[in-house]
């Protein structure tokens, strides 16, 4: 396989949205410096943050004394904990700048405070680490109070009999022991004077229950007991392992991952936008959506010529190469006329688009100067519904119009390019009517006295969307050029257009593609333009 083909190969199995990204690349990618440097900037303009932590221990708790804890019970166990801390009613105001983890695999809390200056930090780790130890602290003299009242309330309604219990407690047989007795064994922990450390609560109340157990022989009174020890094994204490220390230097702010990051993100976001763009297109762009779309030869790819756009890639030479590529495959076709006559008749070639704009005229005038370098050509311009200068010849000189109604000789409709070597006839003064002029049998003999006077005859045919003159001409032709413009023409368009073309007379019609976007910053790309 040769080098060119392996070249077309890899362009074809490219994806398509790659070329578009390619060449916007440089625009793309510097688009995204000023994002990367606005980050940058707000992190260097930035005010330092201090960070202070303070740490603090989980103890006690169902979850924690049982034997084997399970591990869902322990994460919600110690996430419970992580938003208890973080609340409001124990962090307060230090909320907004707070920030509560759980160390994984352990029953720590890490509690981190920020601030803009170091004593703050620390001021304010410590004080919500201190404000959660005061709140569960709380908390277990609220469950033990509660406990201990549920427990006197239920031992208030129980009536031993004596048949079952023959002690005595304090000299007194069981059956005897009223409100008031009980009160003296078990200290009413729900009246405001009872104490306030947890520790003396759950003393008083284990001392109850030892004063009672010789005593509460029943099954009853035993389950009540039992139900008061297993509210109160799954109380939650926490105590702070680390208190905060003072911050020595602020945390870094900005990370340098953030400016890539955001680097990167302001690049994708418009290469996202151009490839997204790029696929959902409803042009003609490349040689290979000409030919699958519209179902005709692309013969040529012509790069757009406008040296004043700033994102121009393509050159003069560019361009003159393909015209000279367009030129060459034209001259590879098959001649319309055996060239063994004695009086050969030269090739008449018709260039024409679906409408105005697509550049048809600059094609017809570039590819005539280029076939002139090496053959005697003649380029006629046969809209003769619009008054225009051509190739430098003024709108009223003697043209095909004069030609064809008999005003003036062929010597004098034929015009010399000096210094180009190509001949040229200008449309004329504008007839009333041009159809009538191009269909008569004068103009087909005209035709064929020039395509035995000149090698090659290029005539510059009216767009098929305003008249219908294109057609007549057409029936004289040997080649039919159709120009579309790359990123402009519309395929369902362009096929409506092309099958007018088609009829008996009328030659097969082969695709040019111009304007087309620069692609091609690779030889393998320019390789599947056709260049």
């Given at each position: 396989m040769s080098d060119s083909q392996s070249q077309f190969r890899r362009a074809e199995q490219r994806p398509r949205w790659w070329w578009p990204l390619r060449a916007r690349s440089r625009l793309i990618m510097l688009g995204g410096l000023p994002v990367a440097m606005v980050i940058a900037l707000f992190g260097l303009f930035q005010p330092p943050v201090f960070e202070s932590r303070a740490l603090v221990e989980v103890q006690g708790g169902a979850v924690q004394t049982s034997i084997n804890?399970?591990?869902?019970?322990?994460?919600?166990?110690?996430?419970?904990?992580?938003?208890?801390?973080?609340?409001?009613?124990?962090?307060?105001?230090?909320?907004?700048?707070?920030?509560?983890?759980?160390?994984?695999?352990?029953?720590?809390l890490s509690v981190r405070y920020?601030?803009?200056?170091?004593?703050?930090?620390?001021?304010g780790a410590n004080a919500v680490a201190q404000a959660y130890v005061s709140y569960t602290e709380s908390a277990q003299?609220?469950?033990?109070?509660?406990?201990?009242?549920?427990?006197?309330?239920?031992?208030?309604?129980?009536?031993?009999?004596?048949?079952?219990?023959?002690?005595?407690s304090g000299g007194q047989p069981v059956d005897e022991l009223d409100d008031?007795?009980?009160?003296?064994?078990?200290?009413?922990?729900?009246?405001?004077?009872?104490?306030?450390?947890?520790?003396?609560?759950?003393?008083?109340?284990?001392?109850?229950?030892?004063?009672?157990?010789?005593?509460?022989?029943?099954?009853?009174?035993?389950?009540?007991?039992?139900?008061?020890?297993?509210?109160?094994?799954?109380?939650?204490?926490?105590?702070?392992?680390?208190?905060?220390?003072?911050?020595?230097?602020?945390?870094?702010?900005?990370?340098?991952?953030?400016?890539?990051?955001?680097?990167?993100?302001?690049?994708?976001?418009?290469?996202?936008?151009?490839?997204?763009?790029?696929?959902?297109?409803?042009?003609?762009?490349?040689?290979?959506?000409?030919?699958d779309r519209l179902g005709k030869r692309c013969i040529g790819v012509v790069p757009a010529l406008n040296l004043a756009e700033p994102a121009q890639f393509m050159t003069d030479r560019e361009y003159a190469d393909s015209i000279g590529v367009l030129r060459a495959r034209l001259q590879m076709q098959r001649p319309a006329h055996d060239p063994l006559e004695q009086f050969p008749r030269g090739r008449v070639v018709l260039i024409t688009s679906g409408s105005e704009g697509e550049g048809k005229t600059s094609i017809a005038m570039n590819l005539a100067f280029a076939?002139?370098?090496?053959?005697?050509?003649?380029l006629i311009n046969?809209?003769?519904?619009?008054?225009?200068?051509?190739?430098?010849?003024?709108?009223?000189?003697?043209?095909?119009?004069?030609?064809?109604?008999g005003a003036a000789q062929m010597r004098d409709c034929v015009h010399a390019i000096p210094g180009k070597g190509l001949y040229v006839i200008p449309a004329g003064v504008l007839p009333p009517n041009p159809k009538e002029l191009l269909s008569s049998a004068r103009f087909r003999r005209i035709i064929e006295m020039l395509?035995?006077?000149?090698?090659?005859?290029?005539?510059?045919?009216?767009?098929?969307?305003?008249?219908?003159?294109?057609?007549?001409?057409?029936?004289?032709?040997?080649?039919?050029?159709?120009?579309?413009?790359?990123?402009?023409t519309r395929p369902e368009e362009a096929y409506v257009e092309l099958s007018r073309l088609q009829g008996e007379g009328i030659p097969p019609v082969r695709v040019v593609l111009n304007r087309a976007t620069p692609y091609d910053l690779d030889p393998d790309i320019r390789t599947s333009f056709g260049l």
């Open positions: 804890p399970v591990a869902t019970e322990v994460i919600v166990l110690m996430n419970t904990q992580r938003e208890i801390a973080s609340s409001a009613s124990v962090a307060g105001p230090y909320r907004e700048h707070l920030q509560v983890d759980v160390v994984p695999q352990t029953y720590l920020f601030a803009q200056d170091p004593q703050s930090a620390q001021q003299l609220e469950q033990i109070q509660r406990a201990a009242e549920q427990l006197i309330a239920k031992l208030d309604n129980v009536k031993i009999r004596p048949a079952d219990v023959t002690q005595e008031a007795t009980l009160d003296d064994l078990l200290p009413p922990l729900s009246q405001p004077g009872a104490g306030r450390r947890v520790a003396q609560l759950q003393a008083m109340a284990e001392q109850s229950v030892n004063v009672l157990d010789p005593v509460l022989e029943t099954s009853l009174i035993r389950q009540l007991v039992k139900t008061y020890d297993d509210s109160l094994s799954g109380l939650v204490a926490v105590r702070i392992l680390d208190s905060a220390d003072v911050p020595r230097a602020p945390v870094q702010q900005m990370e340098p991952w953030w400016i890539l990051l955001g680097y990167l993100g302001a690049v994708a976001v418009p290469a996202f936008f151009v490839a997204f763009r790029f696929q959902r297109r409803d042009s003609l762009d490349f040689k290979q959506d000409v030919e076939m002139a370098k090496t053959e005697k050509v003649l046969a809209d003769m519904r619009r008054s225009q200068s051509y190739v430098g010849l003024s709108a009223g000189a003697a043209g095909l119009s004069h030609l064809i109604a395509e035995r006077r000149f090698d090659t005859v290029i005539i510059d045919a009216p767009s098929l969307t305003e008249v219908s003159d294109t057609l007549v001409v057409a029936r004289h032709s040997s080649d039919i050029l159709y120009v579309v413009q790359a990123s402009v």
